[in-house]
Structure formats: C-alpha cells, structure tokens
C-alpha cells in the first residue's frame, strides 16, 4: 500500500512562473490536507479538501494559490506568478477517516529565484 | 492564545536522560491527540497517538490529561537517534491543528 506521493520533490521556479505540485493520498483516503513550511518555523495549514470539494481554505493566501481534488488524478496545488516569499516546503497529508493519524508525503520544495 | 502551544525548546539533554514535554490546548472539544517527530527537512512522522489511559512504546511514553488540558511526552533512556523536533497535534471535527514544536537535541 504507497503512501502518500508528492512530486516533484524539488521545483525551481523564476519569478513570475507557474508552480504546480501534485499529491496523491494513500489509497483509500479520501481527505487531503496541504501545508507549508518555511526554514525554521512551524507547518502552517493551508487548505482541506476532499474528492472534488475545497472544505476549508481560510490558510491559502487570497491572490494566487489555488488548490483543486479532481475525482480522478491527484490533488493540486497551484501557485500563479511565484515570487521569492513562496519558496518553503509544501507538505500534503492524507487521511482515510476523520480523527484519525495523518500520513504525510515526502513534501515539495519550491525554490523561487 | 493559540489552540495548541508548545514550549519550543531546545531542550539539550545528554545521552541516555529521561526527557518529557508538555503540549497544552484551549479547546475542550478536542477530541484526537498524537505527537509527530519531523527531522530536519523531512516530513512529520506519526510517533504515537495518545489517549487518557496513557500509552507506551517502547521507551515512549505518551498521557493525556483532559482536565488540565494538556498532552505529554516522555523519552526514557534517549538515544542520539532521538534529536529532532516533536510535533503536538490535536484535531477538533475536521480540523488538525499542528503546535511549533519543541525541538530536542540528545548530546553525546
């Protein structure tokens, strides 16, 4: 049973570009959580979602970022115009069942230059 | 006041010590606790979840004291291996709130 995928693992972007990154949870789970982390700081939440609903967005920055959980195909992160304060880790997590344990992907590390 | 909050340490113990730290929530509907370890620039890993009745694994020992309103951890006969930034993490219905963590450092 794989765990969570994200890919790709490391992602270089100039400002200005597209950044995608992609999550797909363990098999059966149904819930999707995304997180950043910036150098030496806590994980910040940034959106829930489960098969083709957004349930809870109040971490995504307003402008730019989007993220989407088609019902076939992973979830999406997408952050438009990428400037140099997005460059972070970006973890996602799933989980089959509410309350129960997360289980995280190997993270994607943005690098804006 | 934050929902989850954790002392962030570092806390410098020498191989072999007992170390333990608290986790504390502010909402006492709260219903699931777990502790993650996260080493640098890894992801978090589950490490344990946590119940009223206290559980171990190993040399982990995790509590929960619902009327207090905190969680804790205890590492017993800590091992280098062991350095490294343990994660609190409470979830309310949907909602998986993450403490800062507190950062561990096991000398030699």
């Known amino acids: 049973n794989a765990g969570v995928m994200q890919n790709p693992r490391h992602l270089v972007r100039r400002r200005g570009q597209e950044a995608r990154l992609r999550c797909s949870p363990m098999k059966g789970h149904s819930h999707v959580y995304w997180y950043r982390q910036l150098p030496e700081e806590g994980l910040k939440f940034m959106v829930y979602l489960q098969k083709e609903n957004i349930i809870d967005e109040s971490g995504m920055p307003k402008e730019r970022f989007s993220a989407e959980f088609p019902k076939e195909g992973p979830s999406i992160l997408r952050i438009q115009q990428v400037v140099r304060g997005d460059s972070a880790a970006y973890f996602c997590a799933s989980l089959g069942v509410l309350d129960s344990p997360l289980h995280f992907g190997n993270g994607t590390r943005l690098t804006v230059t | 006041r934050k929902e989850v909050e954790q002392d962030p340490g570092p806390f410098n113990v020498p191989e072999g010590a007992t170390v333990a730290f608290n986790c504390t929530y502010s909402n006492s509907a709260s219903q699931s606790f777990f502790w993650y370890r996260q080493d640098c620039r890894k992801e978090p890993k589950l490490l344990m979840s946590?119940?009223?009745s206290g559980n171990e694994d190993g040399r982990f020992t995790a509590q929960l004291n619902r009327a207090s309103q905190y969680i804790s951890l205890l590492i017993r006969d800590s091992k280098l291996s062991d350095s490294a930034t343990y994660l609190c993490v409470v979830t309310r219905d949907d909602k998986i709130i993450f403490g800062k963590g507190t950062r561990l450092h096991i000398l030699p």
């Open positions: 946590v119940y009223s």
